[in-house]
């Protein structure tokens, strides 16, 4: 316990107010300092895919000169119009079939934004400002039984992609809360809020399949019957919606195959293009966030074996991540906003992973992710 304002708070509590300032002050210098207090500037709006939501008014809209745009963009096309009402809302998703698959974020936008199109870009950046607040109650009770880390769940600040999903506005954030829950309640042998976030998880994100397998496959090793009901069930929500998006007919590649190929072919040509671009500051922070995602994928399997007896869930979830990163293409790999968010599920493992004897080395691994956030918050335009 801990004095504060005169109260004792529990560490947890402490923790989230520590985060709570600090998003609010990132969230206000991007809403004012980097988007000059247009919420559209955290959808990363492109001119080069020139159609917007027909629910978006091109001359209040920030548009980024020269650009494609990112995936926030179309995540607010869908929270715009999470139905499909509008013949147009089709016509500015550049891949509806895969789009659509992931709606448990954009409909919270419209949710929350009461469906009014003014509120729904706020509704959807305050979800992420909340859900990095969520992620470090949730590791803030994981960590509760060990009072050396008890400032530990902090280092949700220091993950790079945490920054980078807040400002861009996609869905991996909300992703990885349901992850580190599946992790918890699994830990806390809690059946139904394991099988409730995973359920959630899929229907944010479908990589959250790979935490239902390794948390299922666990559940074998450990034999915990109880644990294989709820599982059964989890992924039922998210097989219904995709029949459902299957039966509309939507354009585009619902798999996006060509994400990946042959195993560590992309990983080299990534280290093949970081040499061949030479020592600019742009390849520089390539290398370096390229080189961080790689160190904490290794050190997660080495603190394993350091504690084999511990972290199976954690163990086994980070495999099948790992496995996917090393089948990932250039697709992914060349653009360090790209892989930084895609498999910023690998920081989050490493967060869950609770080693004996190796807490300096993770903590030197996030003092340099934190370098990499403030780079990333100072730089990118």
Not at 76 to 98: E, F, H, R, V
Not at 312 to 331: I, K, Q
Request: hydrophobic residues 50%.
């Amino acid at each position: 316990m801990t004095d504060f304002m005169g109260r004792k708070v529990s560490p947890a509590i402490k923790n989230v107010l520590i985060s709570t300032f600090i998003v609010t002050m990132v969230v206000g210098y991007l809403y004012w300092g980097k988007f000059s207090g247009n919420i559209t500037g955290f959808f990363r709006i492109g001119s080069v895919f020139s159609y917007l939501s027909p629910y978006l008014n091109p001359d209040q809209a920030l548009i980024f000169k020269g650009e494609i745009g990112y995936d926030g963009q179309q995540f607010l096309s869908l929270a715009l119009d999470p139905g499909l009402q509008n013949p147009d809302t089709i016509t500015a998703l550049d891949n509806p079939s895969y789009r659509y698959r992931r709606i448990l974020y954009p409909l919270m936008g419209y949710v929350l934004g009461l469906g009014n199109p003014t509120l729904i870009p706020y509704a959807m950046v305050a979800i992420n400002g909340i859900t990095i607040l969520i992620l470090v109650w949730v590791l803030s009770n994981y960590v509760k039984s060990y009072p050396q880390f008890q400032s530990h769940p902090l280092f949700v600040l220091c993950i790079p992609g945490v920054w980078m999903v807040l400002s861009l506005s996609t869905a991996d954030l909300l992703s990885n809360l349901f992850l580190v829950t599946a992790v918890y309640g699994y830990s806390q042998r809690k059946p139904p809020l394991t099988a409730i976030v995973l359920g959630l998880g899929c229907l944010t994100r479908e990589t959250i399949l790979l935490i239902w397998i390794g948390i299922g496959v666990t559940s074998l090793w450990e034999r915990r019957k109880e644990m294989i009901t709820p599982l059964i069930l989890a992924p039922i929500p998210a097989v219904l919606w995709n029949l459902y998006v299957i039966n509309q007919h939507l354009p585009g590649d619902p798999v996006i195959s060509h994400h990946f190929g042959l195993p560590f072919l992309g990983i080299l040509h990534k280290f093949a293009s970081l040499f061949r671009n030479g020592l600019t500051s742009k390849n520089l922070f390539e290398g370096f966030l390229f080189g961080l995602l790689i160190a904490i994928a290794v050190s997660i399997f080495w603190y394993y074996r350091q504690n084999p007896l511990c972290n199976r869930a954690v163990y086994l979830c980070s495999l099948l991540v790992c496995t996917m990163l090393v089948f990932s293409r250039m697709t992914i790999l060349s653009y360090y906003l790209d892989y930084s968010r895609v498999y910023m599920d690998l920081y989050f493992l490493f967060l869950l992973s609770l080693p004996i004897d190796a807490f300096f080395l993770k903590k030197g691994l996030f003092i340099l992710s934190g370098i990499g956030s403030l780079a990333f918050l100072g730089l990118h335009s």
